[in-house]
């Protein structure tokens, strides 16, 4: 199902979640509750339609590259109300192009609904395409920025909820008003975008990684919304480290598939009398 307003052509699963413990239970019957997460996030080869099998090691998850497609980041909402997703590829920003923080520009996600994100925003109207490349041709080191190159992030913020009406009081009881609370830092940010994007103001490396390249422009419009972040903090940050096939391979990754199978040193289990000659020459 595509976002309302998304006029447009057509990025782990879910990368964590949580567990609940109901305190007031007694303890023979505490069972652990599932709270999946506010935000789904995987990776899609937008050439094959397929998701990225995901590798873990050591607590991170990992995703391999195929080096020239184009891919995009599926975000799937798990929340019940609107969220804010900031969305980074290699430490930058996908809609402004700053180097990633937390305060800065974001899609906008309804209740239920997914969104792939398949580029750099140029306008309101284009993205230029996510490209597994060559770590030269990558974005982030064509515009000086190569120390994360290899990373996707999302960092995921809950909407503050509306403030509870007003009681009116009786017409004969007079009620002084209370003085104003002073806002929260950063509290409101003007957002843009279908899903609905926010907008805010505000070495060495190694030659056969993987990045992502800058590549052809592509048709996406999106359109202007509001949001107010519940904190100035993530409620969750979601990531997952990428490169190719053969590196992630050689860093013990993605485990190395034996060219034989595995030996078995009775393969046959039929008796044989003597060792036979082997074939003439």
């Given at each position: 199902?595509?976002?309302?307003?998304?006029?447009?052509?057509?990025?782990?699963?879910?990368?964590?979640?949580?567990?609940?413990?109901?305190?007031?239970?007694?303890?023979?019957?505490?069972?652990?509750?599932?709270?999946?997460?506010?935000?789904?996030?995987?990776?899609?080869?937008?050439?094959?339609?397929?998701?990225?099998?995901?590798?873990?090691?050591?607590?991170?998850?990992?995703?391999?590259?195929?080096?020239?497609?184009?891919?995009?980041?599926?975000?799937?909402?798990?929340?019940?109300?609107?969220?804010?997703?900031?969305?980074?590829?290699?430490?930058?920003?996908?809609?402004?192009?700053?180097?990633?923080?937390?305060?800065?520009?974001?899609?906008?996600?309804?209740?239920?609904?997914?969104?792939?994100?398949?580029?750099?925003?140029?306008?309101?109207?284009?993205?230029?395409?996510?490209?597994?490349?060559?770590?030269?041709?990558?974005?982030?080191?064509?515009?000086?920025?190569?120390?994360?190159v290899g990373v996707l992030g999302v960092a995921v913020?809950?909407?503050?909820?509306?403030?509870?009406?007003?009681?009116?009081?009786?017409?004969?009881?007079?009620?002084?008003?209370?003085?104003?609370?002073?806002?929260?830092?950063?509290?409101?940010?003007?957002?843009?975008?279908?899903?609905?994007?926010?907008?805010?103001?505000?070495?060495?490396?190694?030659?056969?990684?993987?990045?992502?390249?800058?590549?052809?422009?592509?048709?996406?419009?999106?359109?202007?919304?509001?949001?107010?972040?519940?904190?100035?903090?993530?409620?969750?940050?979601?990531?997952?480290?990428?490169?190719?096939?053969?590196?992630?391979?050689?860093?013990?990754?993605?485990?190395?598939?034996?060219?034989?199978?595995?030996?078995?040193?009775?393969?046959?289990?039929?008796?044989?009398?003597?060792?036979?000659?082997?074939?003439?020459?």
């Amino acid at each position: 199902m595509k976002p309302l307003h998304l006029l447009r052509r057509s990025v782990l699963g879910a990368i964590s979640g949580g567990l609940l413990m109901a305190a007031t239970l007694p303890a023979d019957a505490l069972k652990p509750v599932f709270i999946p997460p506010l935000v789904a996030l995987s990776v899609i080869d937008r050439d094959t339609g397929e998701s990225l099998t995901v590798y873990r090691k050591d607590g991170i998850a990992y995703v391999a590259g195929r080096p020239g497609a184009r891919y995009a980041l599926r975000l799937q909402s798990q929340a019940g109300g609107r969220v804010l997703a900031v969305v980074s590829v290699d430490g930058i920003n996908v809609i402004s192009g700053q180097t990633a923080a937390w305060n800065q520009t974001g899609y906008v996600l309804r209740a239920g609904q997914h969104y792939d994100v398949t580029g750099w925003r140029k306008s309101d109207d284009e993205v230029a395409a996510f490209e597994f490349a060559a770590l030269g041709e990558s974005y982030a080191v064509r515009t000086g920025r190569p120390e994360h190159v290899g990373v996707l992030g999302v960092a995921v913020f809950m909407e503050k909820p509306e403030p509870p009406p007003v009681a009116v009081a009786p017409p004969e009881v007079r009620i002084a008003p209370a003085p104003m609370a002073a806002p929260a830092p950063a509290a409101r940010s003007a957002l843009r975008s279908v899903p609905d994007v926010i907008r805010t103001e505000s070495a060495t490396v190694p030659a056969e990684r993987l990045g992502t390249a800058h590549g052809e422009r592509e048709t996406d419009h999106i359109r202007n919304v509001e949001f107010e972040r519940m904190t100035p903090q993530p409620q969750l940050v979601l990531r997952i480290e990428y490169d190719s096939r053969e590196n992630l391979v050689a860093a013990g990754v993605i485990p190395t598939p034996s060219r034989y199978g595995r030996a078995d040193p009775f393969p046959a289990n039929a008796p044989q009398r003597y060792v036979p000659d082997p074939p003439a020459r």
